[in-house]
């Protein structure tokens, strides 16, 4: 995984059943300096691919024939926990985009996003953060996880937390950053950063992508909920 300045680029797996979708994302990434791997045209595919190259990230298309792309995420974090998954989808609002952030894919890019923001997100997510459009993703978890004829997609013992980790618990849900946690309750981003960690290791949790589901489906967040500038 890269990390600081100077560091290598994040290395990068292109699963869509769409060749011009594959070429053209490849040809956007390697122009700006990063290494597309290896390209996948199905889950299968993706899923082979990843265990042989070992990518950072994977670019994974959500439709895709033999095995979806929500499959083909929950087999390629079992086997890779490090990997980073970024969805691609072509309408925002996508109830397998939901399903695959509870999963623990980094986040979701539209198939129409910009060459610069493609290239951003991919080094992003490849640095550990999650991808969080926070208004599209703020709508996208409140209409799916009130959908109380299935079960929660991410369970957690929230008995575990102290109080200030419920307090922050709750904040990422409403989409605050760490700045934002930081001056919202008179902390350090140092100290915030610590909440942050021990809660992701105390839940089993990925990143904050999962920390937005789970903060919704367990109550603590709820649809209409504020709090900072990111929602």
């Known amino acids: 995984m890269t990390g600081g300045a100077g560091e290598r680029a994040p290395r990068v797996l292109i699963a869509d059943d769409q060749t011009l979708i594959r070429t053209g994302f490849r040809l956007i990434l390697n122009a700006r300096g990063i290494e597309v791997v290896g390209e996948a045209a199905d889950g299968l595919e993706a899923v082979a691919a990843a265990r042989e190259l070992l990518p950072d990230v994977v670019l994974m298309d959500i439709?895709?024939?033999?095995?979806?792309g929500l499959e083909a995420t929950r087999r390629i974090l079992a086997q890779a926990p490090d990997c980073r998954v970024l969805m691609l989808t072509t309408f925002d609002l996508d109830r397998y985009v939901y399903a695959a952030l509870a999963l623990g894919a980094s986040g979701f890019l539209l198939k129409d996003v910009t060459p610069e923001h493609l290239a951003a997100a991919v080094r992003l997510v490849d640095t550990g953060d999650a991808l969080l459009a926070p208004s599209i993703t703020r709508r996208l978890v409140e209409r799916f996880a009130s959908d109380t004829a299935r079960p929660p997609?991410?369970?957690a013992d929230l008995?575990?937390?102290?109080?200030?980790?419920?307090?922050?618990l709750t904040l990422l849900g409403r989409g605050l950053s760490?700045?934002?946690?930081?001056?919202?309750?008179t902390l350090s981003e140092a100290?915030?950063?610590?909440?942050?960690?021990r809660i992701f290791a105390k839940l089993t949790l990925r990143d904050r992508s999962q920390a937005v589901v789970l903060a919704y489906e367990t109550g603590l967040v709820k649809a209409g909920d504020t709090g900072g500038t990111h929602v």
């Open 63 to 68: 439709r895709m024939p033999n095995m979806d």
């Open 153 to 155: 997609a991410v369970h």
């Open 159 to 168: 008995t575990a937390l102290t109080p200030r980790e419920l307090e922050v």
């Open 178 to 185: 760490n700045t934002e946690l930081a001056a919202e309750l």
């Open 191 to 197: 100290t915030v950063k610590s909440h942050v960690a």
